[in-house]
């Protein structure tokens, strides 16, 4: 069994700055991609960033700039930093883990989410 866990998040103004975290454990034999997706309310699920095992980035266009994501692969961890935020970054954040248990494709795992909200 595996858990991703979500910590970070919270209020600030805008052209603030936040750092969330997202940790997997239990039974891992390796994480692939990992990514950050967000749900504004009353939008649909989105992808934010995205990171590969090998470290490759990927970004919306909303966030080029402004967010950066990255993985610490000892620590099972991924970590979006959010700087310069906008009140259109406001919403639930969920980090998604690829989860090899063994040699064979690894399924995806999401996190409990946690809330983002930025002041105008």
């Known amino acids: 069994q595996v858990q991703v866990v979500q910590s970070g998040g919270g209020s600030v103004q805008a052209g603030g700055s936040l750092r969330l975290s997202c940790a997997a454990s239990?039974?891992?034999?390796?994480?692939?991609?990992m990514g950050w997706y967000r749900q504004a309310p009353g939008k649909q699920r989105e992808l934010v960033a995205g990171?590969?095992?090998?470290?490759?980035?990927n970004y919306a266009d909303s966030v080029k700039g402004r967010f950066t994501i990255s993985r610490d692969n000892a620590k099972n961890t991924v970590y979006l930093q959010m700087n310069s935020l906008k009140p259109e970054d406001t919403g639930v954040y969920y980090c998604?883990?690829?989860?090899?248990?063994?040699?064979?494709?690894?399924?995806?795992?999401w996190g409990q989410g946690t809330q983002v909200t930025v002041s105008s």
């Open positions: 998604n883990a690829q989860i090899f248990t063994d040699y064979t494709p690894g399924a995806g795992n």
């Open positions: 239990g039974h891992i034999f390796s994480i692939g991609y």
């Open positions: 990171i590969t095992g090998a470290g490759s980035t």
